[in-house]
């Protein structure tokens, strides 16, 4: 599911987002959301999120958990 519209992401949402020293190489980190820090609907990079871990980075995927 795509990253960029606020509303797809909830708390708990398992999700792969890149970090900010990530972006160039796109590396991608998984993890639960923690809190979401984007406050607009949508934003055409990912919604800024912070993960369980404390890791901050905008999600470029929502995982589907079986």
């Known amino acids: 599911m795509d990253g960029t519209k606020r509303a797809n992401i909830q ?3 398992h999700v792969e987002i890149v970090q900010k ?3 160039r ?3 991608l980190t998984e993890g639960y959301v923690a809190r979401i820090l984007t406050k607009s609907p949508n ?3 990912g919604i800024k999120v912070q993960l ?3 890791e901050v980075g905008r999600v470029k995927h929502i995982l589907e958990d079986d």
């Open 21 to 23: 020293h990530h972006q």
């Open 43 to 45: 934003h055409p990079h």
């Open 52 to 54: 369980e871990t404390g």
């Open 11 to 13: 708390i708990e949402s």
């Open 25 to 27: 190489t796109g590396e």
